[in-house]
Nanobody, 115 residues
Framework: QVQLVESGGGLVQPGGSLRLACAAS????????TGWYRQAPGKQRELVAT???????DYEISVEGRFTISRDNAKNTVYLQMNSLKPEDTAVYYC?????????WGQGTQVTVSS
């Protein structure tokens, strides 16, 4: 089993920044890629960014250049640095771990971008 705990969400003004963290525990050796998804009210959950164990990162086009995903292997934590936030970034952000033989989700953290 893998447990994922997100933190760092909150309310921020447009143009501001937040850093989300996803701390993994349990059978973390089974994880080969970690990602962040988000779900806005009335919309489907969408992929934001992913990072492999080797550090290869990939981004959804609307966040590329504004968001940075990174990992600290010593802390078993993946981060999402979000800069230049826009109201349309408002959503619940979920951490997702691709692992063998099953994937795992965190409980989500709310990000609200509003003046």
């Amino acid at each position: 089993q893998v447990q994922l705990v997100e933190s760092g969400g909150g309310l921020v003004q447009p143009g501001g920044s937040l850093r989300l963290a996803c701390a993994a525990s349990g059978s973390i050796v089974r994880i080969y890629r970690t990602g962040w998804y988000r779900q806005a009210p009335g919309k489907q959950r969408e992929l934001v960014a992913t990072i492999t164990n080797g550090g290869y990162a990939d981004y959804e086009i609307s966040v590329e250049g504004r968001f940075t995903i990174s990992r600290d292997n010593a802390k078993n934590t993946v981060y999402l640095q979000m800069n230049s936030l826009k109201p349309e970034d408002t959503a619940v952000y979920y951490c997702h771990a691709e692992a063998y033989p099953q994937d795992y989700w965190g409980q989500g953290t709310q990000v609200t971008v509003s003046s």
